[in-house]
């Protein structure tokens, strides 16, 4: 493995790349897509670089050397999720995804098995939608994982990771379908169309629009509730710093008034 992986191999179009699976991957995709392609590009304020940039579309690439993909935090099996967001007025539509009613701390759950759960993203909490590694831990060194952890989460960048098995697609757009990266679909859909006029395009095309906004309100969402979480936070530390220190104002003044007694 490290052999294939960590050998410099020549590509179709004469260039040299870090390894043979990196330049199997520029002969069976980048090169016979016709697409400018650019290697190794750091990302926006990062010294980091990424394996391969699709400016056109833009595109980031990572060629793994292991088993590894993106998941939510909550995407393990059996797994209690808490919905402290959902209110009264939702409740059929949680209970049509599976959702449960905990009569004890009074709030909605869903146990995850697997499901798509996208739709109740703005009801859960923000450690929730998290994005971590699922990694099978044969990196080719330990620190792999992390280093691409940290890669994956910049906001700013629609990634694609593909490992040696992706080699099986047919052609990078099946590559790319396969994937399912909302954000880089909206992204080849607007490029293509020119325009966002909904109203003449396909049922398919308008549901990658749908659900690529949605999740972008959602994520506006989860943030605007960390912010005001911080923000109810640090008021209610404010006000724990002041009934201490009345506490304390009250304290030494009793003292004083028993000393000069």
């Known amino acids: 493995m490290v052999n294939y992986f960590g050998k410099e191999t020549i590509a179709k179009d004469g260039k040299k790349y870090r390894s043979q699976f990196e330049a199997n991957f520029v002969n069976k995709f980048l090169l016979p897509s016709g697409l400018e392609f650019v290697y190794e590009v750091p990302y926006p304020n990062s010294k980091m670089t990424c394996d ?3 400016p056109e579309f833009d595109i980031w690439i990572e060629c793994v050397y292991h ?11 059996f797994k209690r999720i808490n919905l402290p967001l959902a209110r009264y007025e939702n409740k059929e539509f949680i209970k049509a995804y599976g959702g449960l009613w905990d009569t004890t701390i009074k709030q909605w759950y869903i146990v995850y098995k697997g499901k798509e759960l996208k739709e109740l993203h703005r009801f859960m909490e923000p450690e929730e939608l998290k994005v971590i590694i699922e990694s099978d831990g044969k990196a080719i060194h330990k620190d792999y994982d992390d280093t691409l952890f940290e890669k994956i989460t910049n906001k700013k960048c629609n990634i694609l990771i593909v490992n040696n098995d992706d080699l099986g697609y047919n052609d990078l757009t099946h590559l790319i379908c396969a994937k399912e990266n909302i954000f880089v679909l909206k992204n080849i859909v607007t490029k293509i169309l020119g325009q966002r006029d909904l109203s003449n395009i396909g049922k398919n095309i308008t549901e990658i629009y749908r659900l690529a906004e949605q999740s972008e309100r959602m994520t506006k969402e989860i943030e605007e509730f960390k912010k005001n979480t911080i923000i109810k936070e640090n008021n209610i530390t404010k006000k724990k710093r002041k009934r201490k220190k009345r506490k304390l104002d009250v304290k030494h003044n009793h003292a004083i008034i028993n000393y000069d007694n």
């Open 52 to 54: 391969f940039y699709i």
């Open 67 to 77: 088993y590894a993909k993106m998941k939510y935090s909550y995407e393990t099996e």
